[in-house]
């Protein structure tokens, strides 16, 4: 697999479709976003007794809320600590890892559709 080529081949095609440069810009961007959003969903570890999700490595979180132009500790705090309205108030529940890993991916796929 020649990925330079791939890459060239794409840039082609999105030129052929009449692509601006801003468009296969924020395509690029886009994809990129995904896969950083891929290598997050293992940043998770459990912490404290209830094993309450927290993120051990914030780069690849950091590269994810750069590219999708959002506040990286907002982020964090809605995958790990969700808000659920409960009633009529809201409250904060810990997601375990598994759960949390299930929002970032249900969020690049959602992404990618």
């Not at 999105?14 to 395509?27: A, P, R």
């Not at 290598?39 to 809320?65: R, S």
Request: aromatic letters at 10%; hydrophobic letters at 40%; glycine letters at 6%.
């Amino acid at each position: 697999i020649d990925d330079k080529e791939d890459m060239q081949f794409a840039d082609e095609a999105f030129n052929v479709l009449g692509f601006s440069e801003q468009e296969k810009y924020d395509v690029y961007k886009n994809t990129a976003c995904m896969m950083h959003m891929g290598n997050m969903t293992k940043d998770f570890v459990p912490v404290g007794k209830e094993e309450q999700a927290e993120i051990k490595n914030e780069d690849n979180a950091i590269k994810v809320a750069s590219l999708a132009g959002i506040d990286c500790e907002w982020m964090i705090c809605y995958f790990c600590k969700p808000k659920l309205k409960v009633g009529v108030e809201w409250v904060q529940k810990g997601s375990t890892c598994q759960a949390a890993a299930n929002s970032v991916a249900g969020i690049a796929r959602a992404i990618y559709e």
